[in-house]
């Protein structure tokens, strides 16, 4: 029989995708203060290495999956009829 987690796994995507989304921010701020891009050629040369690349894709990611998650939940906490409640999820997933 399965454990029912009363939405602890929401709770931990939450937090990890902020933790991401934070390293990130707190990583690009941290490059344009010491290093700051003078011209289009150097932003682009700095965006297209591939830990930046790979960072900005997990940085995105993590913050439309932080969104969904947290739609999800207000979706879930105030919409109490059940059909439009299926409704705005399905919107949702759309």
Do not use: E
Request: proline residues 6%; glycine residues 6%.
């Amino acid at each position: 029989m399965k454990a029912d987690l009363g939405g602890v796994r929401p709770w931990v995507v939450q937090r990890a995708t902020t933790l991401l989304a934070l390293a990130f921010l707190l990583y690009f701020l941290l490059h344009l203060a010491i290093a700051p891009p003078d011209s289009q050629a150097q932003w682009r040369a700095w965006i297209l290495s591939p830990f930046v690349r790979l960072a900005l894709v997990l940085f995105v990611g993590a913050v439309a999956l932080h969104a969904s998650v947290g739609t999800r939940d207000v979706i879930l906490d105030y919409i109490k009829p059940l059909s439009p409640r299926l409704g705005a999820l399905c919107l949702l997933a759309l």
